[in-house]
């Protein structure tokens, strides 16, 4: 085998991996997997990781529906509320330019990064 077919299935388990166990994390390792492992541009590795952690993310959401760990209203509700601003995103990414792109995803990782670590809010 290519080394870069041994690096894409590696990057596709790790990220295959965090989707089943933690539910999320899919883009987080797989856009920079694609851009620094398989020399992927920023605009190409955001395209594929949706195809990526959408496909995953479907075999992740199967198992955990199967012993009845799904919130369906409270999934589809979020799925919706986040379809329209995630079209426009879309349309304008592709404008933007690669270093904007990449910083970007840099910023809203580290802010998601950052904010789980801190205690979460009860009551």
């Known amino acids: 085998m290519g080394g870069a077919l041994v690096l894409a299935l590696t990057a596709g388990a790790v990220v295959g991996l ?5 539910g999320g994390g899919g883009s987080v390792l797989a856009v920079p997997a694609l851009i620094y492992l398989l020399g992927f ?13 959408t496909v995953t993310s479907a075999s992740a959401l199967y198992a955990h529906a199967r012993v009845g760990h799904v919130r369906w209203r409270a999934g589809a509700l979020f799925a919706a509320a986040g379809i329209p601003p995630a079209a426009a995103a879309g349309a304008v ?3 933007l330019p690669q270093p904007v792109l990449t910083a970007a995803f840099a910023a809203v990782a580290a802010l998601a990064g950052v904010r789980m670590l801190r205690p979460g809010r009860t009551g």
Do not use: E, N
């Open 93 to 95: 990414a592709g404008r």
């Open 18 to 22: 965090a989707l089943g166990a933690l």
């Open 41 to 53: 541009s920023p605009a190409a590795a955001t395209t594929a990781s949706l195809l990526i952690v």
